[in-house]
């Protein structure tokens, strides 16, 4: 099943991209993947959705991917927050919001902080209020480490993201990795979001304070699950369940030998877990 590209308008008219699966009309999904990923993180789930039934579209958070690089370099988490909540207008109904780390964090605000209601309902994707800040680090890292000189070669790429995920196995055919990064007149592969994201005055950092992402998510009360990886190096099981306990009626699925790239790890379970919460709807 080959993706239909749209577009949406997001805070500032900045330009959001999307693949959008299934026939539109139907039951809205929409996916927001993590900081330094883009819409095709989620391609899997969302054409098996799209076979059920649903209308699954991927979105490409502002400054990553086929989106727009935000001119003033907005990149913090209340523009991510509002670009949900305008993505989500845009249906005849509320859509299910389905987010991992950043994307996870900007479904939480858009939902939480808002007077009306925005989603029908939300996944989580291993995010949580409170996480490791080891984790953290770690991701920091990664991302930091070829951001200006970009990689000579798509096998250098590929040996970077082993480097940082040992327990995946690492792709014979890295022709894929093609679609995160792009290649530019000098010859190299560069990541496919703007370094002034990570680097900039107006990052997603900042306002990630664990305590207004409690007060956000009390106010939660749509459907919720959270989908945690049971090898996560950001979301422990003690902040898993904290979480929990400030939404009392979230669901909860612990995929074991996934790490903080869920869907990545374990598409099929993590693509069972989606589906079976979704059916409950």
């Known amino acids: 099943m080959k993706p239909d590209l749209i577009e949406f308008k997001g805070l500032g008219g900045l330009k959001l991209v999307a693949d959008s699966y299934g026939t539109p009309g139907n039951p809205p999904v929409i996916f927001a993947h993590g900081g330094g990923q883009t819409r095709h993180a989620w391609g899997g789930t969302a054409k098996k959705l799209a076979e059920r039934g649903w209308h699954?579209?991927?979105?490409?958070?502002?400054?990553?991917?086929?989106?727009?690089?935000?001119p003033d370099a907005n990149y913090a988490i209340d523009a991510y927050a509002e670009d949900l909540r305008m993505?989500?207008?845009?249906?005849?109904?509320?859509?299910?919001?389905?987010?991992?780390?950043?994307?996870?964090?900007s479904s939480l605000l858009a939902e939480g902080e808002h007077e009306d209601p925005i989603f029908s309902a939300v996944i989580f994707v291993d995010i949580s209020p409170r996480v490791?800040?080891?984790?953290?680090?770690?991701?920091?890292n990664f991302m930091s480490a070829n951001m200006i000189e970009g990689f000579a070669s798509l096998d250098e790429a590929a040996e970077s993201i082993a480097?940082?995920?040992?327990?995946?196995p690492k792709p014979k055919d890295?022709?894929?990795?093609?679609?995160?990064?792009?290649?530019?007149?000098?010859?190299?592969?560069?990541?496919?979001?703007?370094?002034?994201?990570?680097?900039?005055?107006?990052?997603?950092?900042?306002?990630?304070?664990?305590e207004r992402l409690e007060d956000a998510a009390r106010k939660i009360t749509c459907p919720a699950l959270l989908v945690r990886g049971q090898?996560?190096?950001?979301?422990?099981?003690?902040?898993?369940?904290?979480?929990l306990a400030v939404i009392p009626h979230m669901e909860f699925v612990d995929v074991t030998g996934a790490g903080h790239?869920?869907?990545?790890?374990?598409?099929?379970?993590?693509?069972?877990?989606?589906?079976?919460?979704?059916?409950?709807?």
Request: proline share 6%; glycine share 10%; hydrophobic share 40%.
């Open 231 to 243: 090898a996560s190096d950001l979301v422990t099981m003690e902040s898993a369940q904290a979480f």
């Open 87 to 105: 993505v989500a207008r845009t249906f005849a109904e509320r859509p299910v919001a389905v987010g991992a780390s950043l994307g996870g964090i």
């Open 261 to 281: 790239m869920v869907a990545g790890d374990k598409n099929d379970v993590f693509t069972e877990a989606v589906v079976q919460f979704l059916n409950k709807l």
């Open 132 to 140: 490791a800040e080891a984790g953290v680090e770690n991701i920091r």
């Open 174 to 210: 890295t022709s894929g990795l093609a679609k995160n990064l792009r290649l530019r007149e000098d010859g190299r592969y560069y990541w496919h979001w703007d370094p002034k994201f990570f680097s900039g005055p107006n990052g997603p950092r900042d306002p990630r304070r664990p």
């Open 163 to 168: 480097k940082y995920l040992p327990h995946r």
């Open 56 to 70: 699954a579209v991927c979105l490409d958070l502002r400054g990553h991917g086929d989106s727009a690089w935000c």
